[in-house]
């Protein structure tokens, strides 16, 4: 009985252990994203990073190297909080830096895949205007 339960627990954490291993790393999770988009500096030293046409900070480098896997598999091992910042990311770019957008699609999405997704998810919503009282 207690050989099951030990047999048991240690079946367990390596589960979770191989689950935790499917995800990407939350280490750069708290990096301010609103910080990059209002400095052009940091914003252009990442698309460098990301198109090897420049040095790499280590979250940059993390980002390089799930970057291509993320992209294929829709951010299936993203944690809630990179797929929002990697949303995020990408709508600002596509709709404000195109100059900075399009290689980067180029190299990772060379088929558009996610922009064409977004541009559909941008049909789709709804636009509310505000409540006026009537006179």
């Not at 050989?3 to 079946?11: A, D, E, H, K």
């Not at 970057?67 to 951010?75: F, Y």
């Not at 709804?126 to 006179?135: A, C, D, F, L």
Request: net charge neutral.
């Amino acid at each position: 009985m207690f050989s099951t339960l030990i047999i048991s627990c240690l079946f367990a954490s390596s589960l979770s252990a191989v689950s935790e291993k499917s995800k990407y790393t939350t280490k750069y999770d708290n990096v301010d994203l609103e910080e990059i988009v209002h400095s052009d500096r940091l914003l252009k030293n990442y698309v460098n990073c990301l198109l090897e046409k420049g040095q790499c900070t280590p979250d940059g480098l993390e980002l390089k190297k799930n970057m291509p896997d993320a992209i294929e598999t829709d951010c299936s091992k993203c944690s809630e909080k990179q797929k929002e910042g990697s949303e995020y990311m990408m709508r600002y770019l596509i709709d404000n830096k195109p100059d900075y957008w399009n290689p980067l699609q180029e190299k990772y999405d060379p088929t558009g895949t996610y922009k064409k997704r977004y541009f559909e998810s941008k049909k789709q919503e709804v636009k509310v205007e505000p409540i006026t009282k009537q006179p």
